[in-house]
């Protein structure tokens, strides 16, 4: 099964300094069967404005991984991180028994980023923040891991979920495979170009939810980049 999401047809929310669109249901918007995909409960695709963001407030209980895609965010908790997140870089946030934090672009131009939820295995865990930079040549023709609790994936940022959220960047004709374990969920966004996964095509921005597929071919049509979550199914 493989459940192509166009972009121009996902939620979406704009004010002055926000642009967001929504793969699964957000804030106010709801649809039928867009709650989440497996363990994944949100995957927005925002834009920032320059000099401005998400002011301090609260998580609990949930895994928050943010991909930049243009520009930087630089975050601040009330446990003392603070640091910047560049263009290709992550960072992640396990809110765990409770965290307040702020995301700004204090940039001069605007950022771009994937935002990502995922449920935790477990509750009430010590809050904590990382981040780390991701050269883009170590996911030239190959997938990489930049955040899991998979333990295959030693190297990327960890969360607490048996998930992991993997990035490629692609040359036109270039393929990489994925496989998908029984019972898991997939989730994959392009972020840049055009690509196609088992005879789906996925331009730029778009959303493929990926179910009962045990082996993934992802092929770039054009100079390509994307990202794909691989879930259990929902522990709530």
């Not at 459940?3 to 926000?18: C, E, S, T, V």
């Not at 699964?24 to 000099?51: C, H, M």
């Not at 989730?187 to 690509?195: C, D, E, M, R, S």
Request: charged share 25%.
């Amino acid at each position: 099964m493989l459940d192509l999401r166009p972009f121009a047809k996902l939620g979406r929310f704009d004010n002055d300094w926000l642009n967001a669109r929504y793969h699964f249901n957000f804030s106010q918007y709801r649809e039928p069967g867009r709650d989440g995909w497996g363990a994944l409960l949100v995957w927005n695709d925002d834009t920032i404005k320059a000099k401005s963001g998400f002011p301090p407030h609260g998580h609990r209980d949930m895994e928050i991984v943010t991909y930049i895609r243009k520009g930087a965010i630089s975050h601040r908790d009330h446990l003392g991180n603070e640091g910047k997140t560049n263009a290709g870089d992550v960072q992640v946030m396990w809110a765990g028994k409770g965290i307040q934090h702020a995301e700004m672009n204090m940039e001069d131009e605007a950022c771009t980023l994937f935002q990502i939820w995922i449920w935790p295995s477990e509750s009430g865990v010590e809050p904590g923040w990382r981040t780390r930079e991701f050269p883009h040549g170590e996911r030239t023709g190959q997938l990489v891991a930049l955040a899991s609790g998979r333990a295959r994936h030693k190297d990327a940022l960890p969360i607490h979920q048996d998930a992991a959220i993997m990035a490629a960047t692609l040359s036109p004709g270039q393929t990489v495979t994925h496989e998908l374990d029984a019972g898991r969920y997939a989730y994959l966004v392009n972020a840049t170009g055009k690509i196609e996964v088992n005879g789906v095509v996925a331009n730029a921005r778009d959303g493929l939810a990926i179910k009962d597929e045990p082996r993934l071919a992802i092929k770039a049509l054009e100079d390509s980049s994307f990202l794909l979550a691989d879930v259990p199914p929902s522990p709530r």
